[in-house]
């Protein structure tokens, strides 16, 4: 399978939209972890080209560093260290980032490059990874996987991902690739579990969503590692990101990301299930994405005839949607006199992780 240079000219909107998701929820990241005991963090770019493009706009790399320098500060005050793994395996692209670490590196101030270690390498990803899967297992983790295609995140090292501690990870895949090779020798070694004729027959802008599914069912059923999409076009090829944590406050923040650059699904930078396009008959409308979490979320509080937020945050997060549309959902039930409960009452990961500030709320149906 053919391989892309993506540094050899200036980054499309495509490309703008996944360094955008990685930025912004690397920046929401760091700092959960700067009063919460772990005084070690690492950040993994394991296919991070020079740093740059043609003309100069930051690549994932000169995010990171951009990163380290915001919470500077925070990082002193909390002795918290952060290794920074790099890797390129193109030599002159290798050549290239080398430049940008020793340039970057350099911009941090003196006192945080004593907690800020940047280890460069060279290397086939498959390799490394192997190589420092222990290390992986000592402390916090993000990576960010932007390969080119969809041959490096197999099955083996996809539950391997997601067996460490700890650690969320976003990667990169080519929906296009997949369609067009679906049906070769190489790409059954890679999907062994996709049907070559469940992607040639579906929609090409829901391919993406079909392996996000192959990845879903590869995770073990007690393992609590959930998996988010979000779709990019570029003309007439779809190519995405998937998001991939354990932990339901890294699923909050990425989906808010998500659903600030999608109003509509939260999903993808176009309107991936075309429910703008209203027809004749209003009958045959798609209904929105939030409307339609909205009444499952409704059937789910009827089923259970007693929840609590704690309980309404998961089945939110798990749905792919953001604590607001709970909320809105749930205030306009208790005012239509369907349930009850006291006070004031939070839906986010902060206003009801703790026992405390979980309540419980009850299914009365007054009419």
Not at 139 to 146: G, H, I, K, R, V
Not at 193 to 205: E, N, Q, S, W, Y
Not at 225 to 232: C, G, N, T, V
Request: hydrophobic share 35%; net charge positive.
């Amino acid at each position: 399978m053919p391989t892309i240079n993506l540094h050899n000219k200036p980054f499309d909107e495509a490309t703008n939209t996944k360094l955008d998701i990685f930025q912004r929820y690397l920046e929401e990241w760091l700092p959960v972890f700067f009063r919460q005991g772990p005084k070690g963090l690492m950040i993994c770019d394991f296919f991070a080209g020079p740093g740059y493009d043609k003309k100069g706009a930051p690549g994932s790399p000169i995010l990171i560093f951009n990163n380290i320098r915001k919470y500077q500060n925070n990082l002193l005050e909390q002795n918290v260290r952060v290794r920074i793994i790099l890797n390129e395996r193109d030599p002159d692209k290798f050549d290239l980032l080398q430049k940008t670490i020793t340039k970057e590196y350099g911009n941090l101030h003196a006192a945080i490059r004593n907690l800020v270690e940047v280890y460069p390498f060279q290397e086939d990803f498959q390799s490394l990874f192997g190589r420092m899967e222990d290390q992986f297992k000592k402390q916090p983790n993000l990576f960010f996987l932007d390969q080119n295609g969809v041959k490096e995140v197999t099955k083996p090292i996809f539950q391997r991902l997601i067996s460490l501690y700890k650690t969320d990870f976003l990667f990169f895949i080519s929906s296009s690739y997949i369609r067009r090779f679906a049906e070769e020798p190489s790409f059954q070694t890679i999907f062994p579990d996709l049907d070559p004729a469940l992607i040639k027959g579906a929609p090409h802008d829901q391919s993406h969503r079909i392996v996000l599914e192959t990845y879903k069912k590869r995770i073990p059923e007690d393992n609590p590692a959930l998996l988010f999409p979000f779709s990019i076009m570029k003309n007439s090829n779809i190519y995405g990101l998937i998001f991939c944590s354990k932990h339901l406050l890294g699923v909050e923040k990425f989906l808010r990301i998500a659903w600030d650059k999608d109003k509509l699904s939260g999903q993808a930078n176009f309107d991936i299930d075309d429910v703008e396009q209203q027809g004749l008959f209003p009958q045959y409308n798609k209904i929105p994405k939030k409307e339609a979490f909205q009444r499952k979320l409704e059937k789910f509080i009827v089923e259970q005839r007693e929840t609590t937020n704690w309980e309404i945050l998961h089945f939110t997060l798990q749905e792919g949607h953001i604590p607001e549309h709970a909320r809105e959902k749930v205030s306009n039930l208790k005012k239509r006199g369907k349930v009850q409960y006291e006070g004031n009452i939070g839906f986010t990961y902060k206003t009801c992780s703790k026992p405390e500030k979980r309540h419980k709320i009850k299914w009365i149906d007054n009419g």
